[in-house]
């Protein structure tokens, strides 16, 4: 069977599970062998058994499946159709806005499966953190990830200094990563590949940082084992998540 046949049969499998009522079940796993790469939704029942571990597990594992170009079969309608009455997402997403990073492509998540937020960057301010306060305290997602990538224009531009209309406010969110990188006297702007990299890494140590002391509440859940925080950094040529 070719790939189009073969997805044209696993849509035509999810279409009669979801009008037999499979879905309420929190049953969307294959029924069959040659379904397994097709995407699942998150449901009530999955969050409800999800853990921080259990939650990290599966964007690891999604992300070698894009890494390595074995992605799941995405049936983005019945993804939709299988959400609209709820949501039940196992992690939140901290991401950069860069246009190659896209935090449900690159962890090969269905529809309702992560909150994702995207700002310049991958910083933490108080309107991020109220959203991963909804995400985790309101709505139970299990896992704050912060990801950032190599190559940011936004650390670059921290790197360099830039101020530019309200890009300026945006990367004073990022400059303390760049002070808190020692070393690399011979060049600390953005020429230096392995400079940015650095302050990207710290960014991401910095971001999680935030969190801990600016949300009183997902501490607490941390501490409590209730939630799990983790950074990364995403390769842009490899597709790669490396967890730090
Ligand atoms: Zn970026």
Known sequence: MNKSNRRSVLRTIGQSALAGGALVAGGLAPARADAAERATTQTAQSQAAMTPARALQLLKAGNERFAESRMFDHDLPFERRATAAGQYPLAA???????????????????????????????????????????CVLSGAKLILVVGHNDCGAVRGACDDVMLGNLTRTLDNIRPAVAAVDGFQSDRSSANPDFVQAVAEENVMLSMERIRTNSPLLRAMELNGEIGLQGGMYDLASGRVTFL
Request: glycine letters at 14%.
């Open 93 to 135: 997403i901290v991401g950069c806005i860069d246009s190659r990073a896209s935090n449900e492509l690159i962890f090969d998540q269905s529809i309702g499966d992560i909150f994702s937020t995207r700002v310049a960057g991958n910083y933490i301010d108080e309107g991020v953190l109220g959203g991963l306060e909804f995400a």
